[in-house]
RNA sequence: GCGGGCGUGGCGGAACUGGCAGACGCGCUGGACUUAGGAUCCAGUGGGGUUACCCGUGGAGGUUCGACUCCUCUCGCCCGCACCA
């Protein structure tokens, strides 16, 4: 055996893997299935270290899953469509389509290089006609559910990137993309109603048991549900319109001193006409909107407000109070308008106080006597309704039902649940992505395509000589086009759909990715999903992973797939740091896994990868861990290497004694840990560790005793198993072992080991003497030692005695196997 | 401001339901083998102290025979949301 030369070792077990479609995944209802999945890339070109670290967590449990006799599925696809491709187009001038696929092409040997174990013939390219055909029947199926409508509205749009973007593509008012200040544009876009099932999507956390704690709060957070009241107040003069109103809490009604109406509200123009304040609103109303998000919304943005003109009538005591607009009213949340109640919303209270509008207590706390006039800060908790009519001496939570109830009396409101989330805006003025499968016919208004029409292909003759791709409604061959019902000429939509559509049901194709007569094969996704362990980053927590849920669960509805929820366990990995950074070209601290792989090899990088850090925690890059997993490796190549030519060489000896009890101990214990570890806690680091353990104890024992004394069979069977449970972890290196060892099998075709606990016992154990919990002394005795024993040799060392000599012993604390405390005065 | 997380050697990180703090690796020190070694093997390595001693898990308290682990307060860092009525 020459010297550990992973370059040509796990080139060679690549080929033969592939050779012998070793990942293939079958539907096979006698064993249990389990499906291991990685968020898939955007092939922007190459792999970064962030891929590395994601694929190699999802192989290890990939190939330890099978080893434990699992029907494992690991696919692998690409999510193609999106900005970059056409910035690149640009810049290269290259089509978009073929950027992509060369793309593809070499992110899939880096993958395949990293020794990771895709069933390829599985593989998807969401940019593909026979991918995206299917995302565009998905729009349709929306669209017959009545999910999917087109409405003007004020929408995010970023300049940069010439295009509009969903809410939860806006960071602080800015780009997800390029960071750019998001502009508001008044827009017709197309909308899936994501909000229809904003209650499903928030109460269904509850069953995802296995998700990180702080991505369901992330996402409860932005579906932001709210229970309160609607309620209507009139307006004096306008007899025939009423201003709705959305609050939390109906029981401070009494204490309203004012109205303020987003300055998108439509009844802001009827109010202010005629009257003297008109010229003024109007201009900034206009003003207003035309503000970024960022800065209408930033925390130093003043709450500006200006009087209409009008007044509002409250419906529980008919007071009059005035109707202002305000710049930090939204009008996407609630109905656009605010009460105000100055005594008891903070909010409320400091624009009271800086326009001198009247503070009106309602909520007295026990025991309370707050003034209007005197309060320093709004009062917000809960008290005794006072100031309030019939309702007076009711407690405050009490009082949100029993107003509500007497405004339902009345008609003038009623009880009401609002939530942040708004619609999925899914429009994208960009050539590539998705046609939105939509025709415009003047006599048939907004058609959809036929299934039988699908897909809507993209033109493939693209524009490359301007500054940027020209978007679909540049290409007239593409618009024009005849209506499906009534054969006249008609217009084709030319926006194409967000890429998170693509991504949103990517799993569900892996089941049956040649399906030919729809998105999947229900009986294939049935037993494929869920996903049993899902594995991405956390910058998803919202976007990709609320997007996926909602279409699961229309598929759901729509009696496509059992599952409710497509993701059962959900790991969202840390980051890779170098010197303390994020690795980026600017830093120049960039290390890319072609670099380790050439200079080390996978295994080394995967190694390296898992065992500096567990996968959900940050991970610094260090060039000398690099090496010292590097270094292992050769350790166990060698060893492998020595121990074969000692079992060739037939020296050795039958006999077992303490020596060789220990090593089966080592083994077994490693076998017991590494499972554990791999299985329940998904701390890889503490699993390699392991491993290392056991590699030092087999170290320990052949220099322990000259060769001709050691056991060959216990060595053997110390060594293979290392091989098995260093497997998933460096699966060439140990695939070479194994067939060292003399075995024509592949490694990754062997069961997991399992453990002996009988091997695991000590006949001796050392337990802790402490006195008055400070450890003093050291003791030997059985393993099967009793309290009582144990305690009596405790008080008889030599050392405690002399310790003990003229302390009276309060108590004696005895933890079998652990130690002894002697408690004393 | 609200919500979540994290503070352990020179470094990355261990310590399962309270029971030997620092597993494993890096780095460092010494030794062996060597013409040489940045290869490999062996030993040592939290700090202080010449001894069978003391101190030590961000800080201060508390519960306990015993606390990295539980409780209270506090400091520092990271992430998410941020006028949501």
């Not at 893997?17 to 096979?28: C, G, P, S």
């Not at 503070?359 to 006072?386: F, H, K, N, S």
């Not at 290392?692 to 060594?719: C, G, P, S």
Request: glycine residues 6%; aromatic residues 10%; negative net charge.
């Amino acid at each position: 055996m020459k010297n550990y030369d992973p370059a040509q070792i796990e080139e060679y077990w690549q080929k033969q893997w592939e050779k012998e479609d070793f990942y293939r995944a079958e539907k096979d209802e006698s064993k249990t299935k389990y499906y291991v999945l990685e968020m898939f890339p955007y092939p922007s070109g190459k792999l970064h270290m962030g891929h590395m670290r994601v694929y190699s967590i999802g192989d290890v449990l990939a190939r330890f899953l099978r080893m434990r006799n699992y029907n494992v599925i690991h696919p692998m696809g690409w999510d193609a469509f999106g900005l970059p491709a056409e910035n690149a187009a640009i810049e290269n001038n290259v089509n978009p389509a073929e950027w992509t696929a060369r793309n593809i092409e070499h992110m899939k040997m880096q993958q395949n290089r990293l020794g990771v174990s895709y069933d390829w013939r599985r593989e998807v390219n969401t940019s593909a006609p026979d991918y995206y055909r299917w995302s565009q029947w998905l729009f349709l199926l929306m669209y017959q559910r009545d999910l999917a409508y087109k409405k003007k509205a004020n929408v995010n749009w970023c300049n940069h990137c010439a295009t509009v973007l969903a809410n939860e593509q806006v960071e602080k008012g800015l780009c997800w993309r390029c960071s750019s200040v998001v502009e508001p544009r008044e827009l017709e876009q197309w909308f899936l109603k994501i909000t229809d099932y904003a209650e499903r999507l928030l109460y269904d956390l509850d069953i995802l048991e296995d998700w990180p704690e702080r991505v369901k709060i992330m996402q409860q957070h932005w579906i932001g549900r709210s229970e309160g009241a609607e309620i209507a107040f009139g307006i004096k003069d306008f007899p025939d319109e009423e201003i709705r109103t959305f609050t939390t809490r109906p029981d401070t009604l009494f204490g309203v001193t004012y109205m303020v109406l987003a300055p998108e509200h439509p009844l802001v123009g009827r109010l202010v006409e005629g009257t003297e304040h008109k010229d003024e609103v109007l201009d900034f109303v206009d003003r207003v909107r035309k503000e970024s998000e960022l800065d209408r919304t930033s925390e130093d943005a003043p709450k500006i407000g200006l009087f209409t003109g009008r007044h509002a009538v409250n419906p529980v005591n008919g007071k009059e109070v005035p109707i202002l607009v305000g710049n930090y009213v939204l009008m996407a949340y609630g109905t656009g308008a605010v009460m105000g109640v100055p005594a008891h919303d903070q909010r409320d209270f400091e624009f009271a106080r800086k326009y001198e509008l009247p503070v009106r207590v309602v909520i007295q706390p026990e025991g309370g006597d707050l003034e209007g006039e005197t309060m320093d800060e709004a009062y917000v908790g809960e008290g005794v309704m006072v100031n309030s009519g019939q309702f007076n001496g009711t407690g405050s939570l009490e009082g949100i039902k029993k107003v509500t109830e007497y405004l339902e009396q009345q008609n003038q409101g009623d009880f009401r649940v609002t939530y942040r989330l708004r619609d999925w805006l899914i429009s994208r003025q960009r050539y590539w992505g998705a046609p939105i499968p939509i025709i415009y016919c003047d006599s048939c208004g907004t058609v959809p395509v036929p299934e039988k029409d699908l897909p809507v292909e993209l033109p493939m003759e693209v524009e490359l000589s301007g500054d940027r791709v020209p978007g679909l409604a540049h290409y007239e061959s593409f618009i024009k086009t005849t209506c499906p019902e009534c054969g006249e000429n008609a217009r084709r939509e030319t926006d194409t759909m967000d890429t998170f559509i693509c991504s949103s049901w990517y799993f569900l194709r892996y089941a049956s990715p040649d399906c030919t007569d729809a998105p999947f094969n229900s009986d294939e996704a049935n037993y494929w999903m869920p996903v049993d362990q899902y594995i991405g980053g956390i910058e998803h927590a919202v976007l990709h992973l609320l997007y996926a849920r909602f279409f699961t669960k229309v598929l759901h509805d729509a009696g496509m797939i059992e599952a409710e929820e497509p993701f059962s366990r959900l790991l969202a990995q840390g980051m890779v740091y170098k010197d303390g950074a994020k690795m980026s070209k600017s830093k120049g601290n960039v290390v890319s896994p072609d670099e380790i792989v050439e200079q080390y090899g996978a295994d080394t990088g995967r190694l390296f990868i898992l065992f500096a850090s567990p996968p959900e925690k940050d991970l610094d890059w260090s060039d000398q861990g690099v090496e010292g997993c590097h270094r292992f490796l050769r350790r166990i190549w060698r060893l492998t290497a020595d121990c074969v030519e000692q079992f060739l060489s037939g020296e050795g000896t039958a006999e077992s004694g303490e020596n060789e009890a220990a090593l089966e101990r080592s083994v077994h214990a490693a076998i017991k840990k590494v499972t554990y570890d791999v299985q329940e806690r998904f701390n890889f680091n503490t699993a390699i560790s392991a491993i290392m353990e056991l590699v030092n104890a087999i170290y320990a024992y052949r220099q322990a005793a000259d060769q001709a004394d050691h056991n060959h069979e216990v060595l053997r069977e110390a060594l293979e198993k290392t091989v098995l449970l260093l497997a998933p972890f460096a699966p060439h290196l140990a695939e070479e072992a194994w067939h060292q060892l003399g075995y024509k099998e592949s490694v990754h075709k062997q069961f997991w080991p399992e453990y002996d606990p009988g091997k695991l016992i000590e006949n001796e154990v050392e337990v802790v003497i402490q006195i008055n919990g400070k450890i003093r002394g050291r003791i030997t005795v059985p393993a099967d030692c009793d309290q009582e024993q144990l305690a009596d040799q405790a008080r008889n060392d030599e050392r405690i005695g002399e310790l003990l000599a003229g302390k009276e012993v309060v108590k004696v604390i005895t933890v079998p196997g652990k130690l002894v405390n002697i408690v004393v005065r």
